[in-house]
Antibody, heavy 117, light 107 residues
Framework: QVTLKESGPGILQPSQTLSLTCSFS??????????VSWIRQPSGKGLEWLAT???????GYNPSLKNRLTISKDTSNNQAFLKITSVDTADTAIYYC?????????WGQGTLVTVSS | DIQMTQSPASLSASLGETVTIECRAS??????LAWYQQKPGKSPQLLIY???SLHTGVPSRFSGSGSGTQYSLKINSLQSEDVASYFC?????????FGSGTKLEIK
């Protein structure tokens, strides 16, 4: 059974760095073909893919966030991480993690991140 | 980036009706397309992947079709529990991109 849980700071101020953790079970990021992605959704709006990390440590980033994103993993502890630097109010959203080769069959419950001064 | 144009933005239909939602990609995505259903306050749920493969546990009244740049999601015999927002997503190429969503309501 695949489960995922996202965690984050809840609220942070503009210009700070957002650090998110995805803790999962039911699969391993050391297994060939497995990747984990981060996706976000501002309240009442659509979905935006942010980044993906795969079993062999390849990574993909959304260029719309330029160089603000860093994705990483801890295979031993079944976790994936995302850092977003220099946040502003536009980064306020629910952040989800999801495994998959491209489509996302399992999603966490999401963690709400609010950027506010 | 591959742009996904989804239509309509909102849809109102009667119970038992058949509805169709469409997504057009800005270039050929070679069936690298998924459809999701999202109910208020919940995470998205996968319905269809590879354009026409039904995800495990999804009712057979949902179906996907299309090829190239044009794809559609059809819901037969609309049920009250189908009230939700629906999103398409291309995963043929990075950056993965989503359609803007369709909000489905019951008349």
């Amino acid at each position: 059974q695949v489960t995922l849980k996202e965690s984050g700071p809840g609220i942070l101020q503009p210009s700070q760095t957002l650090s998110l953790t995805c803790s999962f079970s039911g699969f391993s990021l050391s297994t060939s073909g497995i990747c984990v992605s981060w996706i976000r959704q501002p309240s009442g709006k659509g979905l935006e893919w942010l980044a993906t990390i795969c079993w062999e440590d390849s990574k993909g980033y959304n260029p719309s966030l330029k160089n603000r994103l860093t994705i990483s993993k801890d295979t031993s502890n079944n976790q994936a991480f995302l850092k977003i630097t220099s946040v502003d109010t536009a980064d306020t959203a629910i952040y989800y993690c999801a495994p998959g080769p491209g489509w996302f069959a399992y999603w966490g419950q999401g963690t709400l991140v609010t950027v506010s001064s | 980036d591959i742009q996904m144009t989804q239509s309509p933005a909102s849809l109102s239909a009667s119970l038992g009706e058949t509805v169709t939602i469409e997504c057009r990609a800005s270039e050929d995505i070679y069936n690298g397309l998924a459809w999701y259903q999202q109910k208020p306050g919940k995470s998205p749920q996968l319905l269809i992947y590879n354009a026409n493969s039904l995800h495990t546990g999804v009712p057979s009244r949902f179906s996907g079709s299309g090829s190239g740049t044009q794809y559609s999601l059809k819901i037969n015999s609309l049920q009250s529990e189908d009230v939700a927002s629906y999103f398409c997503q291309q995963y043929y190429d990075y950056p993965f991109t989503f359609g803007s969503g369709t909000k489905l309501e019951i008349k």
